[in-house]
Structure formats: C-alpha cells, structure tokens
C-alpha cells in the first residue's frame, strides 16, 4: 500500500527545514570572527581627507614611484629628486583576511631610493601595502595591492 503525503505536512516539513536553515546560518554567522574593521575606525576616517590629498599628491609622480613583487620580496622605487636622507615614513602590510598578521616596516631606503621586503614567509592570498612617505613637510600615500602564492 502506498501511502499519501498530505499537502499541509509538506508545507510544514518545508517551513521546518527552512527554519532549520536560518538558525543554522544565524549560528555559523555569530561564532564567525570579522577583523575588516580596524580599531582605530573613527581616528583612522578623520584623516581620511589628509589621506586623500596625499594619495593624490603621489599620483602626481606618476609611474615614477614603482612597487611590485616578486617570489621573494616586495619592491619599492621612489623618484630620485626623494632624497634617501630626508625622506621617512613606512610600509604596512594589511592582511584583510586576518588583522593579526598585519605588520608594519620602516621606510628605509636605500641607494637608488629603493628598498626590498621579504615576503617568502608571508601566508599566500591578498596583502594590501600601505606606503606612506614624507619629504620636505609634504605628505604622500600609495596602495597596493599584492598577491602572494
């Protein structure tokens, strides 16, 4: 004998699994970690319009300021009318995925107005580098972005 399914049981054991699905969704999403925003948020977003001008004021330099990476190290390349000795600033290198293993280095460069990083042993996927530089009171700021494999 073959037995019947009621339509009013349907629609309750598809209410039940669609029930069962949002509470397991609001469950995964409320023991899940997300670092995409910093500490800092309200600091950081009032000098976002200082940030802005200095990002333009690099832009300016055109394809004179370099950045890339290769298997073993990101580069860096300034103009050279930067001189090494009064130019200061840093290198951030941002990890969206996990704020714990951003980290930052000193802008120090060298001859040639260049400087290296190593990267061999940075975890592969997205970085983002913040440059940040200073010459002569004038700011400047430049991102980018990089994947390491």
């Keep these: ?3 019947k399914l009621h339509w009013g049981s349907g629609l309750l054991v598809a209410f039940a699994l669609f029930a069962a699905g949002v509470l397991t969704m609001v469950v995964i999403s409320m023991n899940r ?6 500490d800092d948020y309200y600091q950081q977003e009032l000098k976002h319009e200082q940030q802005i001008t200095s990002a333009k004021r690099s832009e300016a330099l ?11 190290a990101f580069h860096l390349s300034l103009p050279p009318h930067f001189n090494s000795d009064s130019t200061t600033g840093s290198l951030m290198f941002y990890r969206p995925a996990d704020r714990k ?14 400087q290296s990083v190593p990267v061999g042993t940075l975890e592969k ?7 940040r530089w200073s010459y002569r009171h004038e700011e400047y700021y430049r991102e980018e972005a990089i994947i390491i494999q």
């Excluded at 951003?102 to 040639?112: E, K």
């Excluded at 997205?126 to 440059?131: A, C, D, H, P």
């Design 125 to 131: 996927g997205l970085w983002r580098v913040k440059v």
């Design 62 to 72: 055109g394809d004179s300021v370099q950045c890339g990476v290769t298997d073993d």
């Design 1 to 3: 004998m073959k037995m």
């Design 101 to 114: 293993r951003d980290f930052i280095v000193p802008l120090l460069l060298t001859s040639g107005n260049k």
């Design 33 to 38: 970690d997300v670092d995409l925003v910093a």
